[in-house]
């Protein structure tokens, strides 16, 4: 695997190989709207508790503010994050990752790769840890963390998350200038599609409906009723009469947190929120995501007895 | 002697803690080794992004055997002030010894602590140091509760002496000490074994890592010297990225490259700005055409192909960042052409602080103040009122929302591209000037007049919503804005009584915002049914109570502040505390210009001496006066005047207190007896005719000197005569004379405030 990729396909498919072989569950995307990988409960909850976890898997993601109509190299509303956890952190998690970069066709002897400070924090999700963004000759192409904290709750063990901004990472590896001209599969092949065959249509819908059209007082109503049914499903007795077990339903609130973030989103993508409302925004979306984490490390998952 | 190396090697350690974290280190270990009886003839500290390491030379092989007796408690103590001795002493029962003492028999334990060797205590100091190293962040990694800044993966821990080298043994959650280490991460990645410092420095060199900060940050700063002078093009100085860009690397490879003709275009200081912010490089200028034309970025890691592919990853970076810049620049320049109008609309929609209004809000209030100040600084009001309503417009444009560090540069560029006069122009970029104590002070009289109204606003606006700095915290850089203040006006000329100023500035704002604080609490006990609007209605409160809580209440809109403000009781209020913040607002200049003075080396008693004074709201004439006296009270004559004014005042204070009456007229000369008496009736005349006039001119110098003159014949004075004299009336006409020499010296300065 030596050779050079030659689509963005073949970057992931790559990276799924690589991390496979390092012993990590290849995990498919969550099935809801999140604004980066961290959201998926793979990596938020599972960074919970003292269980070991190994999860790999690509995020589809979304950030309504960064829609461009298609029109900006590399700002995209809809893209695609690969996100790595592993608990507790390896001691050779550096030279893990590096082995990924090589996976994907960057060839150490020949970059500069660096490892420069870069502090994590999410307000939304009450988590921060401590690590790296990397840098390959001068540009960013992935986060590196060790959670030191989420949803309020310090990490014991420890957590190493890497993030790969996947558009990003391939355009820099196939050496394109404009994230739509990117191969998404085989240049060669029979039906040859660009990355803007797949995206540069839905970018520009979605752009106009993020800025635009999103009707904001049915968003409004939207955080409303995920807020409620969050705690709804927090407060719901641990015990289930109908089975008689204790079933602490943590995903389904975490869900209701996510949508609600994701809502955020939006309505910020369309103006209205000020920016002293978006403080409080910001911190009802941590007090579920807190709750869900308190919720999480109750079940057995979480590392409950 | 031994000689100790210690290695903490870990994952990448942020540049900016490097510094101070090797220092750290040398300072705990060495104080430690100190503390627990070893001694050492050196030490010194290194970092790389990888480790941190400390050499001490000459150290002591093991500390000294110590024998300390204690005097315990008396034979048949109880039980209790016994066990608690032991414990001090940490000694058993049985070890005591009995000794007779003056008062009978004690109880003593000696205590012998044997030297111990220095492995031994390196072992102990170093594990202290690493389990509460003061990073300013630090984590925890993979199953272990141990912190450090990053993974910490090995430490090395080795003592030399002429028999060889020794690993001191310890271990620090599972990582066992050693005397090995590792080189470059990609270019010398083995471990090696290390004997010394000189050892340890040669290998490190051989395995690609250079362990000296100033020796990479040398290197780095000559190589891209060398390379840009080969082009007849030179390196821009930057000291705290060159420090930066040194702690990121462990082999610095120099690269220069070029800058797309596409962005050449860009104001220099947005290609430095966007260049060092995010990809970390130096700018490399013509010094013929004054353009930045190439980049030097600093690799850590040499190739094959010399850099080739790691100079066009970055260049190619470089291109999509600069394509940024140059979109918000073009964008930017057609609105400042079309004259920014959008700009300065939006900025409404801009919160300052909610008790403040809108910037808007603000820049309007700037406006008036540039305007109401311009004469005094010199310039032309309306050009001052334009410059301050445009001074801000560039906070609402692409670059400065990407890089808020331009603010002001790009309002610059903006103001001219809209055509305005230069003088507008420059006072968009210096209206924030000074920002610190070293910053230069703008000297352009509209610049002036903006900068001036801007900080008196914020200052006067935050005194009147009482956000005032406590202590450490203040988070709206209040000090620093008086600081500008002050010397904007010392170093430009006077804009007068700044008492009037500031109680109508802090009168001004308060308005709506502020009088709706002041009234929340009825408006809460209206929200929670403890009251109703009706009874408010009917209640005897102040109209404009009223008139705000219905307004609060969204009932109404329309509200004349100020109609209200000058006929109603809380009108009359909030006057009252307008006085009272601004008295407030001028002692708190008063302490900055202490500090700023006492830099100066003016003393504190002196401007003491000086506030005292009435029109100390004046900066102008308040440090006239402070430096006027300074210089009068390090002449030999002033400092013993001093001495003669502290023994006038001295006698007299207590001869009033005593005879309960004011010694302050009628000193009358036919009741003069002696000769020095009498000179002095004479010199206080004379020095009269000369102080009062000068004071008048605000020449305090003069009149200072002629006060000075006055220590010769006081100082004969208080030798001839008595002043306590038997007659009653040779003592009322003497006290009465001392009271003209305070009343002369009190003209001038409260020389009661003088120490010493």
Known sequence: MADKPRSFQEIILRLQTYWAAKGCAILQPYDMEVGAGTFHPATTLRALGTKPWAAAYVQPSRRPTDGRYGENPNRLQHYYQYQVLIKPSPPDMQDLYLGSLKAIGIDASMHDIRFVEDDWESPTLGAWGLGWEVWCDGMEVSQFTYFQQVGGHDCKPVSGELTYGLERLAMYVLDVDHVMDMPFNDPDAPIALTYGDVFLQTEQEYARWNFDIADTDVLLQHFVDAEAECQRILDAPADDPKTGRKIIMAHPAYDQCIKASHVFNLLDARGVISVTERQAYIGRVRTLAKACADAFVQTEAGGAA | ?756
């Open chain 2, 1 to 756: 002697m031994p000689d100790l190396l210690i290695e903490l090697f870990s994952e990448e350690i942020p540049a900016r803690m490097q510094t101070r974290a090797a220092d750290d280190l040398r300072k705990l270990v060495t104080d430690g080794l100190v503390e627990a009886g070893l001694t050492y003839a050196s030490a010194a500290a290194f970092s790389t992004p990888r480790r941190l390491t400390l050499s001490i030379d000459g150290l002591t092989g093991e500390s000294q055997a110590v024998r300390e007796e204690r005097k315990g408690p008396k034979v048949g103590a109880p039980d209790q002030a016994i066990d608690g001795f032991l414990r001090g002493a940490g000694v058993a029962r049985e070890d005591l010894e009995v000794r007779d003492d003056k008062k009978g028999q004690v109880y003593f334990a000696v205590i012998e602590k044997p030297g111990r060797l220095a492995a031994e205590i390196i072992a102990e100091v170093l594990e202290k140091t690493v389990r509460n190293f003061p990073w300013p962040k630090a984590m925890r990694w993979g199953e272990g509760s141990l912190k450090w800044v990053r993974p910490l993966h090995s430490i090395l821990c080795i003592l030399t002496d002429e028999a060889g080298t020794e690993v001191v043994p310890l271990d620090v959650d599972g990582i066992a000490s050693g005397n090995t280490t590792q080189g470059h991460r990609f270019l010398a990645p083995d471990a090696f074994s290390i004997t010394n410092l000189d050892d340890y420095e040669t290998k490190l060199k051989r395995a690609n890592v250079v362990l000296r900060a100033d020796e990479r940050a040398e290197a780095i700063w000559n190589e891209a010297t060398t390379q840009a002078f080969a082009l007849g093009l030179e390196v821009v100085e930057d000291r705290g990225l060159l420090a930066e860009v040194a702690g990121l690397v462990e082999w610095p490879v120099v690269l220069l490259g070029k800058i797309d003709d596409d962005f050449l275009g860009l104001p220099p200081e947005v290609l430095q700005t966007s260049m060092k912010e995010h990809q970390k490089f130096f700018s490399v200028r013509n010094p013929k055409t004054g353009r930045i034309e190439r980049f030097v970025t600093v690799a850590n890691m040499e190739t094959a192909d010399q850099g080739a592919t790691i100079l066009a990853g970055n260049q190619k970076v470089l291109s999509a960042r600069l394509a940024d810049a140059k979109f918000f620049w073009e964008n930017d320049l057609r609105v400042a052409k079309a004259g920014m109008q959008p700009w300065l609309d939006s900025l409404s929609n801009v919160t300052f602080h909610n008790k403040l209004g809108s910037q808007k809000d603000r820049i309007e209030r700037i406006a008036a103040l540039a305007r109401e100040i311009a004469p005094s600084v010199g310039a032309d009001p309306d050009l001052a009122a334009q410059a301050a309503k445009v001074a801000k417009a560039d906070l609402s444009s692409e670059m400065v929302y990407e890089f808020p560090e331009l603010q002001g540069l790009m309002g610059r560029y903006y103001a001219t591209e809209a055509g305005l006069p230069s003088e507008v122009a420059a006072a968009c970029e210096e209206h924030y000037s000074p920002l610190g104590p070293s910053d230069d002070v703008p000297t352009a009289p509209v610049s002036v007049a903006v900068a001036l109204a801007d900080k008196i606003d914020t200052l006067t606006g935050f005194w009147a919503i009482d956000e005032k700095p406590t202590g450490s915290k203040d988070p709206f850089a209040l000090r620093r804005a008086a600081l500008g203040v002050i010397r904007l006006v010392l170093e430009n000329g006077n804009v007068g009584n700044l008492d009037s100023l500031f109680r109508r500035w802090i009168y001004g704002h308060m308005d709506g915002e502020a009088i709706l604080s002041s009234i929340n609490p009825i408006i809460a006990e209206i929200n929670n049914g403890a009251a109703s609007l009706a009874a408010i209605s009917a209640s005897d409160l102040p109209p404009l109570q009223k008139v705000a809580i219905v307004k609060a209440q969204k009932l109404t809109a329309d509200l004349n502040i100020s109609e209200i403000k000058s006929k109603t009781e809380l009108g009359r209020r909030i006057l009252a505390t307008s006085e009272i913040e601004a008295n407030n607002l001028l002692s708190f200049f008063h302490d900055r210009l202490k500090v700023f003075l006492r830099d100066k080396g003016i003393r504190h008693d002196i401007i003491d001496a000086c506030i005292a004074m009435p029109g100390n709201d004046d900066l102008t004439l308040l440090v006239k006066r402070a430096e006027a006296l300074a210089e009068t009270l390090a002449t030999d004559d002033g400092e013993n005047l001093i001495q003669g004014f502290k023994r006038a005042n001295n006698i007299l204070t207590q001869a009033e207190a005593k005879d309960g009456v004011e010694y302050s007229y009628g000193a009358d000369i036919k009741f003069a007896e002696d000769d020095a008496e009498r000179a002095l009736f004479a010199a206080l005349d004379a020095a009269n005719a000369k102080i009062a006039p000068a004071m008048k001119a605000e020449d305090f110098s003069a009149a200072m000197t002629a006060m000075a003159a006055l220590r010769a014949p006081i100082d004969a004075f208080f030798t001839d005569v008595q002043v306590n004299a038997d007659s009653e009336i040779l003592r009322r006409n003497r006290l009465n004379l001392l009271s003209r020499i305070r009343n002369i010296c009190l003209s001038v300065a409260d020389l009661t405030k003088i120490e010493g």
